[in-house]
């Protein structure tokens, strides 16, 4: 990481515009920099794996949308306690998106956490995968949610679904991530529809986990009665 600058160390008036991430040049490099790493672990070689630091690196100056996007994929990954330490970077981002305010100070902390060869291949695949359909499928749409006046109500509901990623269930981070997904990609569209999307997908896993938790505490109260 040294001889370079972060893409977290954003100043207030930092901008990635969307063109530039949903091009068919940046989408070709994230395969390519996959394939490279996919070649070198067949043929034995040591494959680097990647960092925070890296995946925004590539995006050059990463603007708010892309921060939250590269985030909720990290919790993705089966990296041990990512889901856990980043989503403390999703609320951060909350609070400073809702401020209107570029970068994400603090989260400098993180940007060195690795993720493994296999990991990074997979992150980059993905990444590819949803520039490309945002490219393909989206755009400027239902632009009145992007209204400041609904800034909180939406900083609120990334907020709990950073929350809900927090807590340590098995599988109960992948909801609420896909949902930031799809938010960060409505914001770097300005499509509203995938706001509402992400809303309805969030709201879905929530009543799952409450369902399943329901649940256990049936299957536990019937078999230790209190």
Same mark, same amino acid.
């Given at each position: 990481?040294?001889?370079?600058?972060?893409?977290?160390?954003?100043?207030?008036?930092?901008?990635?515009?969307?063109?530039? @991430?949903? +091009? &068919?040049?940046?989408? !070709?490099?994230?395969?390519?920099?996959?394939?490279?790493?996919?070649?070198?672990?067949?043929?034995?070689?040591?494959?680097?794996?990647?960092?925070?630091?890296?995946?925004?690196?590539?995006?050059?100056?990463?603007?708010? &949308?892309?921060?939250? /996007? @590269?985030?909720?994929? /990290?919790?993705?990954?089966?990296?041990?306690?990512?889901?856990?330490?980043?989503?403390?970077?999703?609320?951060?981002?909350? $609070?400073?998106?809702?401020?209107?305010?570029?970068?994400? +100070?603090?989260?400098?902390?993180?940007? !060195?956490?690795?993720?493994?060869?296999?990991?990074?291949?997979? +992150?980059?695949?993905?990444?590819?995968?949803?520039?490309?359909?945002?490219?393909?499928?989206?755009? &400027?749409? $239902?632009?009145?949610?992007?209204?400041?006046?609904?800034?909180?109500? $939406?900083?609120?509901?990334?907020?709990?679904?950073?929350?809900? /990623?927090?807590? *340590? /269930?098995?599988?109960?981070?992948?909801? &609420?991530?896909?949902?930031?997904?799809?938010?960060?990609?409505?914001?770097? %569209?300005?499509?509203?529809?995938?706001?509402?999307?992400?809303?309805?997908?969030?709201?879905?896993?929530?009543?799952?986990? @409450?369902?399943?938790?329901? $649940?256990?505490?049936?299957?536990?109260?019937? %078999?230790? *009665?209190?």
């Amino acid at each position: 990481m040294r001889g370079r600058r972060s893409g977290l160390a954003l100043s207030d008036r930092a901008s990635l515009q969307p063109e530039r @991430v949903l +091009s &068919p040049s940046f989408i !070709g490099r994230l395969v390519r920099q996959a394939r490279l790493r996919r070649l070198a672990l067949e043929r034995g070689e040591q494959a680097q794996g990647l960092s925070l630091g890296d995946l925004l690196h590539l995006h050059g100056q990463a603007n708010m &949308p892309v921060l939250l /996007i @590269v985030l909720a994929l /990290i919790t993705t990954l089966p990296v041990a306690g990512a889901g856990m330490v980043f989503s403390l970077g999703i609320m951060a981002w909350a $609070w400073r998106w809702f401020r209107r305010q570029e970068g994400l +100070s603090g989260l400098g902390r993180f940007e !060195g956490l690795q993720m493994s060869p296999r990991a990074a291949i997979r +992150s980059l695949r993905w990444l590819a995968w949803i520039y490309l359909f945002a490219m393909r499928s989206l755009r &400027p749409r $239902w632009v009145w949610l992007h209204s400041m006046r609904l800034r909180w109500f $939406w900083s609120v509901w990334v907020v709990l679904m950073a929350l809900i /990623i927090f807590l *340590p /269930i098995p599988l109960g981070n992948l909801f &609420p991530a896909v949902s930031l997904l799809m938010f960060g990609l409505g914001l770097l %569209t300005r499509d509203g529809l995938m706001l509402v999307l992400s809303l309805l997908l969030g709201l879905a896993g929530l009543s799952a986990l @409450v369902a399943a938790a329901g $649940w256990l505490w049936r299957v536990v109260a019937s %078999t230790w *009665p209190f």
